[in-house]
């Protein structure tokens, strides 16, 4: 089984994220750890909920409706990952289902949980709040660059295709 205080540790660690001991406990508090069976959903497209979510450890498969009984796989996320931030930080609907392809562990965080920190823990809202910024500023990156090879690739340009 897992510990969550020692999960926390070690994803905030994963995350790059300077966390302290009293820091780990706050979070310990505030995270909830999920077990997710194979097939289970995590998010659902077009729902909304107020989660931000973690990947411990399994395999999550982020997945777009293509009409019908189809779906377009976006990505796999690794241990580290994040998901739903979008909708954790303006509440807008999922673009993406994810579910898990096996048994899986998430870290799951409740935007009124991480608001009810603002008060006592500003430095830590702070950092998961960077945290999110920088996921999303990964996911951003990745999507330009497949963006252009896709691009190329259609264009006939930069190299053999």
């Known amino acids: 089984m ?3 205080q020692q999960t926390v540790t070690n994803c905030a ?6 966390i302290d001991e009293n820091e780990c406990k706050v979070l310990t508090g505030a995270f909830q750890l999920q077990k997710l069976a194979m097939d289970d959903i995590l998010l659902r497209e077009g729902h909304q909920d107020d989660s931000l979510h973690i990947v411990i450890d399994g395999d999550i498969v982020a997945t777009r409706d293509a ?3 189809e779906y377009v796989v976006l990505s796999h996320l690794k241990p580290g990952d994040i998901a739903g931030a979008m909708g954790f930080i303006d509440g807008n609907s999922h673009s993406a289902t994810l579910r898990a392809c096996r048994d899986s562990h998430v870290l799951t965080l409740h935007r009124d949980a991480l608001e009810s920190m603002v008060d ?3 430095q830590l809202v702070y950092k998961v709040m960077r945290m999110i ?5 990964q996911t951003l990156l990745r999507m330009n660059q497949e963006f252009v090879q896709m691009n190329n690739y259609i264009m006939k ?5």
Do not use: I, Q
Not at 133 to 137: A, F, I
Not at 157 to 161: K, L, S, V
């Open 2 to 4: 897992l510990d969550v």
């Open 13 to 18: 660690t994963l995350l790059r994220e300077n």
């Open 67 to 69: 009409g019908g009984d």
């Open 120 to 122: 006592d823990h500003p």
């Open 133 to 137: 910024v920088r996921s999303v500023h």
């Open 157 to 161: 340009e930069h190299g053999r295709y």
